[in-house]
């Protein structure tokens, strides 16, 4: 018993040994400033900043290979807290948000009853989706579960984004099987809520408030910030001065006003 005592006695000071030599030889230096930004980030680890996480976006910062105002998530506030970390002066983001280009919200009339496993890219391998518009949004709640922020949500059956939580992180966007979601600049209010490429005659058989292609709103705004293609509206945001001239002229109320509708 003494000697199987002292063996194991041994053994464990001989492993402890190794142990502490091993933790000095492979010791990781950690950067302050990485500990510092990680502190400063949000935490929520969303990727909207390109990077594996926040821990990975706060050494690439440290090494200065990421920009210190790159956490959409966070914002304005934390871009000026890793810039005063990192000795930098920060220029602010344009704070962006995201919007449903389809003015039904997944209420758009339906062609069929679905019934199976519930989530939007699910729905869409049927035919493209219950939606007797090929473009609308389904409605059936996955920008709802990616979003890392609880900004989106069901009221009813329609799918809503809340402007103060959304971050414009776009996580909503690549999970999206429509591609119904846009992210744009939170301070711009024109909109053009509809996702159609359908004919004019084609959209007013099954829709009642999407885009025509009729282009009275590229005639009726001065700054040439309308255009149509595919039978689409698109505004430019940079020639885009807010005017809305194009909201009572839009036949189909498919251009709105998103801080009034």
């Given at each position: ?59 690439l910062v440290a090494s200065g290979e990421a920009e210190p105002n790159g956490c959409k ?62 473009y609308a949004c389904l409605g059936r709640g996955d920008c709802i579960r990616a979003c ?114």
């Amino acid at each position: 018993m003494l000697i199987a005592a002292l063996s194991l006695g041994g053994l464990g000071l001989i492993l402890s040994l190794g142990l502490g030599v091993a933790s000095r030889i492979f010791v990781v230096e950690v950067d302050p400033k990485v500990e510092a930004i990680i502190d400063a980030l949000p935490g929520t680890n969303c990727g909207a900043c390109g990077y594996a996480g926040c821990q990975g976006f706060a050494r690439l910062v440290a090494s200065g290979e990421a920009e210190p105002n790159g956490c959409k998530a966070g914002g304005d506030e934390v871009a000026q807290a890793v810039g005063k970390i990192m000795g930098v002066a920060v220029e602010a983001k344009v704070a962006e948000i995201a919007r449903i280009a389809c003015g039904f919200k997944g209420e758009a009339p339906v062609r069929f009853q679905y019934v199976g496993p519930e989530g939007c890219q699910a729905v869409a391998l049927i035919g493209g989706g219950d939606k007797l518009c090929a473009y609308a949004c389904l409605g059936r709640g996955d920008c709802i579960r990616a979003c890392p922020f609880g900004a989106i949500k069901l009221e009813g059956h329609s799918v809503i984004i809340d402007k103060n939580l959304c971050t414009g992180c776009g996580k909503c966007v690549t999970v999206c099987p429509k591609d119904v979601i846009r992210v744009s600049a939170k301070e711009k209010r024109v909109f053009v809520a509809c996702n159609s490429q359908d004919k004019g005659p084609v959209v007013k058989k099954i829709c009642s408030i999407g885009c025509i292609g009729c282009k009275l709103c590229v005639k009726a705004c001065e700054f040439e910030a309308i255009s149509v293609a595919n039978f689409l509206a698109a505004i430019d945001a940079e020639k885009c001065t807010e005017c809305q001239a194009c909201i009572p002229k839009c036949p189909a109320g498919t251009i709105i006003n998103v801080y009034s509708s």
